[in-house]
């Protein structure tokens, strides 16, 4: 059955850096497109970055532009999320999907704290 599990979350203060990254199973992972949400107390979880298949095109929300990189290794069924300079507002449980057409995958996702 597919599974995503995310890891490389924690606690880290105003301007550091994190790398999330999201080990994919039991589906093809290379012909998936695989995204990062993230979810605030009290707030909707929305989308931070996508990269798609194949080619690897990405997208990002405005918030992080310049910040996150989003990238993928097909051989390690595994796409990453880079974070830099990060900002009390980036504090959320960071969640991975797979998608394809009408199937969505989801990881359990991994919370993320910044500091002040």
């Known amino acids: 059955q597919a599974q995503l599990v995310e890891s490389g979350g924690g606690l880290v203060q105003s301007g550091g850096s994190l790398r999330l990254s999201c080990a994919a199973s039991g589906f093809t992972f290379s012909i998936y497109a695989m995204t990062w949400y993230r979810q605030a107390p009290g707030k909707e979880r929305e989308l931070v970055a996508l990269?798609?298949?194949?080619?690897?095109?990405?997208n990002y929300a405005d918030s992080v532009k310049g910040r996150f990189t989003i990238s993928r290794d097909n051989a390690k069924n595994t796409v990453y999320l880079q974070m830099n300079n990060l900002k009390p507002d980036d504090t959320a449980v960071y969640y991975c999907n797979a998608h394809r057409y009408l199937k969505h995958y989801w990881g359990q996702g991994t919370q993320v704290t910044v500091s002040s």
């Open positions: 990269i798609a298949n194949p080619g690897s095109s990405t």
